[in-house]
């Protein structure tokens, strides 16, 4: 390798740029206030993160775009995800020093960022259009917003990354590919639904006969058992799924939704550990979302009260819903409801458990 001129650690990391790119507003208008630093530095770390988030994203995409995803390829989306989560929790974390500010300080410059608010972070809206957050899925007052408040430039590239193929997608193509809903000859879902049949008799027969339930208590649980039969139902029949999803229940399909559950209850076997452990690494991505959105609406209580925000929404109340609203793979989260104890899942017969066996049966002595 040639060797250029010696690289100079400042230079590099271009930190004249990055150092002098915390202009205060408060400063401008000759009224410095001491706190506003921290909270540029505050938003371009942020900013920074999710830049690293949307790189690690958009590698994932690539990779699951591929007609087949070798296993090679599968780890290292899994390696991926987990990075990403271990950014989420540094922006978790962070909202700790973002609360050394309190009220008082913050409204030394509050007045001065008038319209400018995080809810137009551009990143922050690729990330979410990345995971699979589409306009349909928003409120109204959150497209309002994007119509009205972000620039013509962000909102194309918005518009031209909500308009790819998300990650949420492609995760159900490739749930979708994968060969779990038919076994030749073994009726594997007839023989699930016999073992759920056998769980929610046993469930019937514990509830029934606990002497500390009274009348009305008793009838609610039994109803909700019988509640408890029709998503099982619902799962393994195809018209009523559909309903589900005209509905919004859920967004994943049926077939993806099977063979998720199949990876679920075999999750053991090597062939199934890796897709297993990327579906946990989504529900992550989505819960770290979730915190990271819940930490940000009770901080933002805590500093404006029932105050609106500076980009004009209702403030608290807004991110709220957003937080309940804007997560991407909560079909994942779910899938529990269609889980039965291990000692009753359908025992494999050994061509299929070969066949998940693969990787270390060619070890075998
Ligand atoms: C004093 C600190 C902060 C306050 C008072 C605050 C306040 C708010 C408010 C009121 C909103 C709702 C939109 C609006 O009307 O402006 C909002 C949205 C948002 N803020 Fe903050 N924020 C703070 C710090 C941060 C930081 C450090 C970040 C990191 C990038 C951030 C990112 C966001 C994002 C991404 C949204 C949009 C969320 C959504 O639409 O679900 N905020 N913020």
């Known amino acids: 390798m040639k060797i250029q001129s010696p690289v100079y650690y400042g230079d590099y990391l271009q930190l004249p740029k990055i150092l002098s790119a915390q202009v205060t507003e408060s400063g401008k208008h000759g009224k410095p206030a001491h706190d506003e630093t921290l909270f540029i530095i505050i938003h371009q770390t942020y900013e920074l993160w999710f830049k690293q988030i949307l790189h690690e994203l958009d590698s994932v995409r690539v990779s699951l775009q591929q007609p087949f995803v ?19 929790q540094i922006l978790i974390d962070q909202i700790t020093v973002m609360e050394t500010m309190t009220t008082l300080d913050f409204m030394e410059f509050r007045d001065y ?6 809810f137009q ?28 408040r972000l620039k013509a430039e962000d909102r194309a590239t918005l518009e031209a990354t909500e308009a790819r193929v998300s990650i949420f997608e492609l995760i159900q193509a490739w749930l979708e590919r994968m060969p779990f809903s038919h076994f030749g000859d073994f009726n594997f879902w007839g023989e699930y639904s016999r073992a759920v049949e056998k769980m929610l008799a046993q469930d019937r027969e514990i509830i029934s006969t606990n002497p500390i339930l009274d009348e009305r208590t008793l009838t609610i649980e039994l109803k909700n058992l019988d509640l408890s039969r029709e998503s099982f139902n619902t799962l393994l029949d195809a018209t009523r799924f559909a309903e589900w999803k005209t509905s919004g229940k859920v967004r994943l399909s049926q077939s993806a939704h099977l063979s998720a559950v199949f990876i679920y209850l ?22 770290k979302f979730t915190t990271w959105r819940y930490r940000h609406a009770i901080m933002v209580q805590r500093i404006l009260g029932t105050k609106i925000g500076t980009g004009g929404s209702s403030g608290h109340d807004y991110l709220k819903s957003t937080t309940e609203r804007n997560r991407a793979f909560v079909d994942f989260f779910n899938l529990a409801t269609f889980l039965i104890p291990k000692e009753m899942t359908p025992k494999l017969p050994k061509e299929i458990r070969d066949q998940l066996d693969i990787v270390y049966d060619n070890f075998r002595t």
Do not use: C, W
């Not at 960022?113 to 995080?118: D, K, W």
């Open 113 to 118: 960022l008038v319209p400018a608010s995080g």
């Open 266 to 287: 075999y999750r053991d076997y090597p062939a199934l550990q890796m897709p297993f452990r990327i579906l946990n690494s989504l529900v992550e991505v989505d819960e």
């Open 70 to 88: 070798p296993s090679t390829e599968l780890s290292v989306v899994q390696s991926r995800l987990e990075r990403v989560t271990a950014i989420q």
């Open 121 to 148: 972070s551009l990143q922050f809206r690729l990330i979410e259009a990345t995971l699979g957050i589409k306009p349909e899925h928003r409120m109204e007052v959150e497209k309002q917003f994007f119509t009205s």
